[in-house]
């Protein structure tokens, strides 16, 4: 390809509204279209970020459910027995480690919070909590606080203790409108 077409390509790119792909708005630089053969590569201007629309796109409006509340409260007796279960299953032979405890506190609180979201109670965020720790003798008391709407938001505590270590499980269901 001569420099004469090279040229009336580049301007024509220019005017279409197309770059060459070293990322200019001018082609700079001849000498490194000669270099490519027989092949320009072009890029829109509405490809490079700076020269799209500032419009952006509308918001998605939900629709108002007007419910306030849930219409089943959440089954605390139910979860209760499902962290005695799962704290029962997995600790009772268990002696205290703290990498293994470790561990056990990230699998134990995944189990829990799947079998509570098998359960399908609607609108509720689940937040499950594990502390293990090793039995010697001490004392430790645990606290928690939370904001919530005392009418519809609620939680579930269960502790288990075996030879050698304490586990304490929170289950925190919050009502999500």
């Not at 219409?71 to 002696?95: A, C, G, M, N, W």
Request: hydrophobic share 35%.
């Amino acid at each position: 390809m001569s420099d004469l077409a090279k040229e009336k390509v580049a301007r024509l790119l220019k005017k279409r509204g197309s770059v060459s792909s070293l990322g200019s708005h001018d082609v700079r630089n001849k000498n490194l279209l000669l270099k490519n053969k027989d092949s320009i590569s072009t890029v829109s201007y509405m490809d490079d970020p700076g020269h799209h629309d500032d419009v952006s796109r509308p918001a998605v409006q939900m629709e108002n459910t007007y419910q306030l509340g849930p219409k089943k409260r959440f089954p605390v007796q139910t979860v209760k027995e499902i962290l005695k279960d799962v704290l029962s299953s997995y600790l009772l032979e268990v002696k205290y480690e703290a990498e293994l405890c470790r561990q056990m506190t990230k699998t134990i609180s995944e189990v829990v919070k799947a079998r509570v979201k098998d359960m399908m109670i609607p609108r509720y965020k689940i937040i499950v909590v594990i502390s293990i720790g090793q039995l010697t003798g001490q004392n430790m008391h645990v606290g928690s606080r939370c904001l919530w709407d005392a009418t519809s938001d609620t939680f579930c505590s269960n502790s288990f203790k075996n030879s050698s270590l304490f586990a304490i499980a929170n289950v925190y269901a919050v009502y999500f409108e």
